[in-house]
């Protein structure tokens, strides 16, 4: 059916998206509030330019290819995604010039990289674990600051297990510490890969992500934040479930649940975390320990914690009141799962709106019932998190309805649309209410048209 006010909307919206992203005077108050010390104006800036000029997949929509929506390759579903091409691989000659030029740096604060278009350059396995993974193993992939250095060396300590990091480069002054800090303990060369990125824009956490991922050595992945503890043998009795594996390859995203002392004191020793559900049911009860960022509740209830509190030893249950905030941590197999989305910079948003693409392209939340982590508490920059939020916060409803068309007409197109692996995209994107009013024909499985310009 021609639709002038499906024209007319998406035009709108894509008018507001780039308003919103390249406007700075409109968003000059949280870019600015987000500056820190070591982090002129100007770099900000131009930090958020790079990530939305990189060339490959972050292609927001423009009023000129509005009727050309993004269209995930042909082929089946889970042959969509392709490998991540934006990230440029040196060869190990090149790694040593690069070391060289990183080195011979004038201004060892400057950005390592002034090209805003050209792609993200990343120094793989810039240290390697000692230890070949297990094939089989369960890799946890994170990103790492300086001041999160022994965090992460406890959770290598803790983990037994091979750890994909991403690290942003900062300065070649930093180097010398990244490797004291990787020679520190022994568990961290046994088991930790450590990815430079070496032209990063601050806080880009979401392409941080996509490099651990990228590169990991195991098909199955934890995508966690190094400041949580794992306080249950997760990956051994995923290993030993079938019906955990059988999940797994059915493209279920497995929730590690996640928690939170309420005393910030308590948080900080995890030599006397709970060890066991057993252990963790009585500060349940007691409110010693609640869901994590209890605060902002829509991040993780969905876990349902008094179910998980319920469930039967070796439950595993599907999360029912999915919400576009959840943010849980999970595990899946990475291969074509998509990848989280680069345009977000900084907090608020970035892992939900990587986790809502999973979802929309049909995986979905399984809750591990016996298992759970533990928050390791540290204080918050909060006003910079604050601004961020702000700003992430605006961005993410757009990037709801993009996403949302982005996966409806490749199923309609697919004519997929209907089966299992859709329901997730039509219960989520019934609820965006343009996409409910203008294309409910998409979402009864009928392809787009506009004005006869789109096949
Ligand atoms: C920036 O990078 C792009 C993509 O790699 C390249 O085509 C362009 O020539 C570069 N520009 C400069 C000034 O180096
Ligand atoms: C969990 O069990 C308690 C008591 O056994 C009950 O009061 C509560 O409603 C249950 N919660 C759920 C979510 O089943
Ligand atoms: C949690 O699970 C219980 C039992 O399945 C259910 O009755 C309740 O509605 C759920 N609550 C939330 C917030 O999901």
Redesign the pocket.
């Known amino acids: 059916m021609a639709r002038p006010n499906t024209l007319f909307t998406l035009v709108a919206v894509a008018v507001f998206v780039l308003y919103l992203l390249h406007n700075p005077s409109r968003t000059s108050t949280p870019i600015t509030a987000i500056v820190e010390p070591q982090q002129p104006e100007a770099q900000v800036q131009s930090a958020i330019h790079h990530v939305l000029t990189l060339p490959h997949h972050l292609h927001t929509y423009s009023s000129d290819d509005v009727l050309d929506l993004p269209s995930l390759p042909s082929g089946p579903h889970n042959a969509a995604f392709s490998p991540p091409t934006w990230y440029q691989e040196l060869s190990t000659e090149s790694i040593e010039q690069a070391i060289a030029s990183l080195l011979a740096m004038d201004n060892p604060d400057a950005p390592s990289n002034k090209?805003n278009?050209?792609?993200i350059q990343v120094l793989p396995f810039y240290y390697r674990a000692a230890r070949s993974p297990d094939p089989s193993a369960i890799t946890i992939t994170t990103l790492v600051t300086p001041s999160r250095y022994p965090v992460l060396s406890r959770l290598a300590s803790h983990y037994n297990g091979p750890i994909s990091v991403a690290v942003p480069f900062q300065s070649p002054l930093s180097l010398p510490s990244l490797h004291e800090f990787y020679t520190s303990n022994p568990a961290i060369v046994e088991h930790v890969d450590i990815h430079l990125i070496l032209n990063s824009p601050p806080r880009a956490f979401n392409t941080w992500r996509n490099v651990a991922r990228a590169f990991a050595r195991t098909d199955t992945i934890l995508m966690l934040d190094v400041d949580f503890y794992p306080c249950t043998p997760f990956a051994q009795r995923i290993q030993g479930s079938q019906i955990a594996l059988n999940l797994l390859e059915n493209n279920a995203m497995l929730v590690l649940p996640a928690f939170e002392y309420a005393s910030i004191d308590a948080g900080k020793y995890t030599s006397l975390f709970p060890v066991a559900k057993r252990d963790l049911l009585p500060l349940l009860e007691n409110g010693e320990i609640g869901q994590f960022h209890g605060a902002w509740r829509p991040g993780h209830a969905a876990t349902n914690y008094s179910r998980f509190a319920n469930a039967t030893s070796g439950e595993i249950y599907k999360v029912k009141d999915y919400h576009p905030s959840y943010e849980p941590y999970v595990i899946f197999q990475r291969e074509n799962a998509p990848w989280c989305d680069e345009r977000f910079i900084g907090y608020g948003a970035n892992k939900a709106a990587c986790l809502f693409e999973m979802y929309i392209s049909g995986r979905s939340f399984y809750v591990l019932a016996d298992d759970f982590m533990i928050h390791q508490s540290h204080q918050y920059l909060e006003s910079t998190r604050k601004a961020e939020r702000q700003l992430n916060k605006k961005l993410y409803p757009s990037f709801r309805e993009e996403i949302c068309l982005k996966y409806l007409k490749h199923y309609v197109e697919s004519a997929i649309m209907g089966s299992q692996i859709t329901h997730n995209a039509r219960n989520e994107c019934m609820k965006i209410a343009k996409i409910r009013k203008k294309f409910p024909m998409m979402l009864a499985g009928k392809r787009l048209q506009v004005n006869g310009m789109m096949p």
């Open positions: 090209n278009s050209a792609p």
